[in-house]
């Protein structure tokens, strides 16, 4: 299986700033990278896919980049909604595997 | 509008049996691949299996294999996630999720709100 580590696994952050979150795959996947935003006790939600695409309905303060196993998740102007657990996740091969996500804390 | 609407969840003993419903609305369901995918309580996110959208292709991460059986009636626009010998470390939120598109390499694009399931004595 595919490993994702991502890091941080923690952030604190205040509303404005530019955050950065990055996720490295055990081998290489290409642009099958994937980003998830999850709000407590709700279903993840589809920001990114293929590394850099952004989901329709999604704030262009949202980006991705990267690809083969570096990745990265840029948040230009963090917004009071923002604050949330944000997973990748590769779906370059199954199982389509996550990392174990960053938490993105108001200071 | 793409709706994901979970059914089938509660309290179990170990070794028992569960039975997850996933009704799909807003989209053409055999069309798609659907997947469930676990987050045990405050953990992360990880894929339990998937079907293709005729369900002739099956797919089960190795934690469950042999014990789960995944299905859908794409007369009923309906997946199921049949769980059997359920053991403690099943505890988990499940949801049923639907690929975002027709390839073998897709993300998840609608996901449903959630169904708790507890495996406790």
């Known amino acids: 299986d595919i490993q994702m580590t991502q890091s941080p696994s923690s952030l604190s952050a205040s509303v404005g700033d530019r955050v950065t979150i990055t996720c490295r795959a055990s081998?290489?996947?290409?642009?099958?990278l994937n980003w998830y935003q999850q709000k407590p006790g709700k279903a993840p939600k589809l920001l990114i896919y293929?590394?850099?695409s952004l989901q329709s309905g999604v704030p262009s303060r949202f980006s991705g980049s990267g690809s083969g196993t570096d990745f990265t998740l840029t948040i230009s102007c963090l917004q009071p909604e923002d604050f949330a657990t944000y997973f990748c996740?590769?779906?370059?091969?199954?199982?389509?595997?996550f990392g174990q996500g960053t938490k993105v804390e108001i200071k | 509008e793409v709706q994901l609407l979970e059914s089938g969840g509660g309290l179990v003993q170990p070794g028992g049996s569960l039975r997850l419903s996933c009704a799909a609305s807003?989209?053409?369901?055999?069309?798609?691949?659907m997947n469930w995918v676990r987050q045990a309580p405050g953990k992360g996110l990880e894929w339990v299996s998937a079907?293709?959208?005729?369900?002739?292709?099956?797919y089960y991460a190795d934690s469950v294999k042999g014990r789960f059986t995944i299905s859908r009636d794409n007369s009923k626009n309906t997946l199921y996630l049949q769980m059997n010998s359920l053991r403690a470390d099943d505890t988990a939120v499940y949801y049923c999720?639907?690929?975002?598109?027709?390839?073998?390499?897709?993300?998840?694009?609608?996901w449903g709100q959630g169904n708790l399931v507890t495996v406790s004595s």
């Open positions: 996740q590769q779906s370059y091969s199954s199982p389509r595997t």
């Open positions: 807003g989209f053409t369901f055999s069309s798609y691949a």
């Open positions: 999720t639907k690929d975002y598109g027709l390839g073998m390499s897709e993300p998840f694009d609608y």
């Open positions: 293929a590394a850099s």
């Open positions: 081998q290489t996947i290409s642009s099958y």
């Open positions: 079907i293709r959208g005729s369900g002739d292709n099956t």
